[in-house]
């Protein structure tokens, strides 16, 4: 069985690109936006696969639902139109880390995967054995075996 696990500090983490395939495996149509914040104004620009982080570690990108009505929105402002898709947070938890849309996203981008602070990699463990993952400053390892009453 394949897990994917995060061997380096930091913390699990997909790229744009790579969260963009998974969310196409996946059947779901996101509208990619990048959003920039100035005071009390949120700013976004609409960003395709081809969007390559400049600032990598900074930049914040929302996955919407729908296709935002406008492209400025004040804190105070009614934000009902904006419906975030949160895959890549489902994607933290052990129980889906044997997904096969994530396993397939990470080997065919490999390195290109990866999020600013994560380096991904794909380990094997014996078919229908427990695992618990377990991690120590976003470094993660894998305990596996039987009855060991997680999954």
Known sequence: ?????????????????????????????????????????????????????KLKVWEDIWYLEKELPKLEFHINEDWECIKQIELI?????????????????????????NAAYANLKIVEIPDESNFIIKEYDGMETAVYGFDLGEV
Request: net charge negative.
């Open 1 to 53: 069985m394949k897990i994917v696990l995060n061997k380096c500090f930091g913390g699990f983490g997909l790229s744009h690109k790579a969260e963009l395939h998974l969310y196409e495996l996946k059947g779901i149509n996101v509208y990619a936006y990048l959003s920039v914040r100035m005071g009390d104004v949120f700013s976004f620009e609409r960003v395709d696969k081809s969007y390559n982080p």
């Open 89 to 113: 947070s489902d994607m933290r938890d052990s129980k889906n880390r044997i997904d096969p849309d994530l396993i397939a996203t990470v080997e065919l981008l490999g390195d290109a995967s």
